[in-house]
């Protein structure tokens, strides 16, 4: 059995924070670059941020600053710690492994295994 299993998430006001978890099982992270995405209420999934296997991040503009990405690959975890959260920050948040062990993916095509996401709400 193969799953990446979100969660973590929740309904927050606008300023507050959440942190996400990702925990893997039937499959190791350690060796692999990890990413978010998130899909909002009539719009398509975009790429939130990601992490290679020794810890260096990459983020998308708009939540570069606010969200922090980080991985325990002992526990075979990989998380995402929100902050200052507004509402077009709602949306459905996946995690995802990457498909290259060299490199770090910032679209959907780069990742091979999904979850199946945890919904973050921000009210204003």
């Known amino acids: 059995q193969v799953q990446l299993v979100e969660s973590g998430g929740g309904l927050v006001q606008a300023g507050g924070s959440l942190r996400l978890s990702c925990a893997a099982s039937?499959?190791?992270?350690?060796?692999?670059?990890m990413g978010w995405f998130r899909r909002a209420p009539g719009k398509e999934r975009e790429f939130v941020a990601a992490?290679?296997?020794?810890?260096?991040?990459y983020y998308a503009d708009s939540v570069k600053g606010r969200f922090t990405i980080s991985r325990d690959n002992a526990k075979n975890t990989v998380y995402l710690q929100m902050n200052s959260l507004k509402p077009e920050d709602t949306a459905v948040y996946y995690c995802?492994?990457?498909?290259?062990?060299?490199?770090?993916?910032?679209?959907?095509?780069?990742?091979?295994?999904w979850g199946q996401g945890t919904q973050v709400t921000v009210s204003s």
């Open positions: 995802a492994r990457g498909r290259s062990i060299l490199f770090i993916p910032d679209t959907a095509g780069g990742y091979d295994y």
């Open positions: 039937g499959l190791t992270l350690s060796s692999y670059a």
């Open positions: 992490i290679r296997s020794g810890g260096t991040p």
